[in-house]
C-alpha cells in the first residue's frame, strides 16, 4: 500500500530555497512513478517534477527546470524537492504522487496516490 506524506512548505522571500519531503513508504519496492505536482488557487494542478522511486531519470516542467531538483534516499523511503531561486509564481500547495502503472505522464489523472499536500508561499 502507497501512503505519501509531504512536509517542509513554508514562506519565504523571492530568491529564496525550500525543500520539500515526502514520506513515501510502499513506492521503493514497486518502483512507482512519481512526480511533485502543485496547485494555486484557482489553477489547474500541473506536474513540477516526474521519476521512477529509485530511479536515475528525473523529468522537469520547463517552468521550475534549473531551479528544483529531485532527490531520494531509498533508505528512509523519503523523497525530496530542492526548490531555489523561488519566485512568486512558485506559490503553490505542493503534492507529492505515485502511480501504480508504469509510464511517464505529467497527468495528475494518472496518479493513483496523493499526500496531503504543503503550503510553499513566496512573497516579493
Known amino acids: 500500500q502507497v501512503h505519501l506524506v509531504e512536509s517542509g512548505g513554508g514562506s519565504v522571500q523571492t530568491g529564496g530555497s525550500l525543500r520539500l519531503s515526502c514520506a513515501a513508504s510502499?513506492?521503493?519496492?514497486?518502483?512507482?512513478?512519481m512526480a511533485w505536482f502543485r496547485q494555486a488557487p484557482g489553477k489547474e494542478r500541473e506536474g513540477v517534477a516526474t521519476?521512477?522511486?529509485?530511479?536515475?531519470?528525473?523529468l522537469y516542467a520547463e517552468s521550475v527546470q534549473g531551479r528544483f531538483t529531485v532527490s531520494q534516499d531509498k533508505a528512509k523511503n523519503t523523497v525530496y524537492l530542492q526548490m531555489n531561486s523561488l519566485k512568486p509564481e512558485d506559490t503553490a500547495m505542493y503534492y507529492c504522487?505515485?502511480?501504480?502503472?508504469?509510464?511517464?505522464?505529467?497527468?495528475?489523472?494518472?496518479?493513483?496516490?496523493w499526500g496531503q499536500g504543503t503550503q510553499v508561499t513566496v512573497s516579493s
Open positions: 504522487a505515485a502511480r501504480a502503472s508504469v509510464g511517464w505522464s505529467f497527468d495528475p489523472n494518472d496518479f493513483s496516490f
Open positions: 510502499g513506492v521503493f519496492r514497486s518502483r512507482n512513478l
Open positions: 521519476f521512477n522511486a529509485g530511479g536515475t531519470t528525473t
